[in-house]
């Protein structure tokens, strides 16, 4: 299982959000510096620009670049990917994975940029077992499942994260998820914070998880990351 240490930015730092919410957070350094950090262990990282996710307008682009350019990792990014240009910018910065959220309701769309580009990922964002768009910020009719049978034939690519545990440290339950997918590559993000609940969504059956605030505040360090993951490949 693919471990892919998590940097959130906003208004140009490393910071954390509580379940989402931007009025919670804490700022955890330079980005510049944090991706050289996980570049010692890791290839890939996950970048979300939260100032992209809550005004529907990417603000980061031009550091998610330098981020590349300098370090040499590969990146899947999210965060206001709400039109074609948007994702095609990112693509032509060296962008591995463009993750689509809110626009993942949208089929036509959908339909429009996986034909165009390869790895697009949607990203289910999961509020009490709906689907949540706008950074979090409203919540759907449409629950996870309905949005994943909807998408399954046009993407194979997803990141399932439960909001109510995003930058909680609180762990991963048996209960918090079953698995509803058969052979699409699923992401696991929310709660992560150590080695058992690692095992336990491998045991599950995902392909990757997203780990963030755990490394942040301790709770789990890199080194410590990569031997697991590479004992696990």
Request: with cysteine; glycine share 10%; hydrophobic share 40%.
């Amino acid at each position: 299982m693919k471990i892919y240490p998590a940097m959130d930015l906003m208004d140009g730092k490393v910071v954390r959000l509580y379940r989402g919410d931007r009025r919670k957070f804490k700022v955890y350094g330079e980005p510049l510096d944090t991706a050289r950090m996980f570049s010692k262990y890791f290839d890939k990282i996950h970048i979300v620009d939260l100032d992209g996710a809550f005004s529907g307008q990417q603000r980061n682009i031009d550091l998610v670049r330098r981020i590349i350019d300098e370090t040499g990792l590969r990146v899947q990014l999210g965060g206001g990917f709400r039109d074609y240009g948007s994702v095609e910018r990112a693509y032509k910065i060296g962008v591995e994975n463009v993750i689509i959220g809110t626009k993942a309701l949208d089929e036509d769309f959908m339909k429009i940029v996986t034909r165009d580009f390869d790895g697009i990922t949607v990203s289910i964002d999961s509020i009490i077992g709906r689907v949540g768009r706008f950074g979090w910020m409203e919540c759907e009719d449409t629950s996870v499942f309905e949005l994943f049978m909807k998408l399954r034939d046009i993407v194979k690519r997803f990141i399932y994260t439960i909001t109510e545990k995003d930058g909680t440290l609180s762990g991963v339950d048996e209960n918090d998820v079953r698995k509803f997918w058969n052979d699409e590559e699923f992401i696991y993000a929310g709660g992560v914070s150590k080695i058992d609940d690692l095992n336990l969504l491998k045991k599950i059956g995902f392909s990757g998880v997203i780990i963030g605030k755990a490394i942040y505040e301790g709770r789990l360090n890199i080194k410590e990351l990569w031997v697991w993951e590479q004992n696990t490949i």
